[in-house]
T-cell receptor, first 114, second 114 residues
């Protein structure tokens, strides 16, 4: 019954590798997001998709590419991983309701690049 | 983008009421104020949202003065399980249809003491 799920929960990989994190929501929401939380606990938005269309693309290296195969999924692909990519990545979703900022977050994926 | 300022940390004893104040001097006319809670190793969880005056739900109350340049999250009779980071957010205007671009600050780390 998990509303927003992410896989994997932990990801340890070496520099230069390519990896993907998957996100699925079963809430029927139209909008999905990817956030990055660094070691200092700042939580910054990376991308936002609405109905499979990219809406927000913050200043993120183009090594990061979101892909939305359908409204319920938003996956994050990261190429040529760097040490600075180590962080916790959160997926979130929200209903298409104006003036409501309620987002539902997944449990996070802790990425460690060695 | 309305920036928010809140205390980095607070301590409280169990059973006490906790008030966390957030400053947002540059809040825009149409912006809403939203509070999230984040436990360690979990994604943020929506607590409450308001525009003006007072909003109350089963978890907390949100007090917003007339000038809306600040807001106060009030947690009644906290317990140990309320130990978490609390984020005050001011939502940017949607791009239409409820798109939400919220920016999380560093939050307030609340430690509830037995």
């Amino acid at each position: 019954d998990t509303a927003v799920s992410q896989t994997p929960k932990y990801l340890v990989t070496q520099m230069g590798n390519d990896k993907s994190i998957k996100c699925e929501q079963n809430l029927g929401h139209d909008t999905m997001y990817w956030y990055k939380q660094d070691s200092k606990k700042f939580l910054k938005i990376m991308f936002s998709y609405n109905n499979k269309e990219l809406i927000i693309n913050e200043t993120v290296p183009n090594r990061f590419s979101p892909k939305s195969p359908d409204k319920a999924h938003l996956n994050l692909h990261i190429n040529s991983l760097e040490l600075g990519d180590s962080a916790v990545y959160f997926c979130a979703s929200s209903p298409q309701t104006e003036r409501s900022y309620e987002q539902y977050f997944g449990p996070g994926t802790r990425l460690t690049v060695t | 983008l309305a920036k928010t300022t809140q205390p980095i940390s607070m301590d409280s004893y169990e059973g006490q009421e906790v008030n966390i104040t957030c400053s947002h001097n540059n809040i825009a006319t149409n912006d809403y104020i939203t509070w999230y809670q984040q436990f360690p190793s979990q994604g943020p969880r929506f607590i409450i949202q308001g525009y003006k005056t007072k909003v109350t739900n089963e978890v907390a109350s949100l007090f917003i003065p007339a000038d809306r340049k600040s807001s106060t999250l009030s947690l009644p009779r906290v317990s140990l399980s309320d130990t978490a980071v609390y984020y005050c957010l001011v939502g940017e205007e949607g791009l239409g249809g409820g798109y939400q671009k919220v920016t999380f600050g560093i939050g307030t780390k609340l430690q509830v003491i037995p």
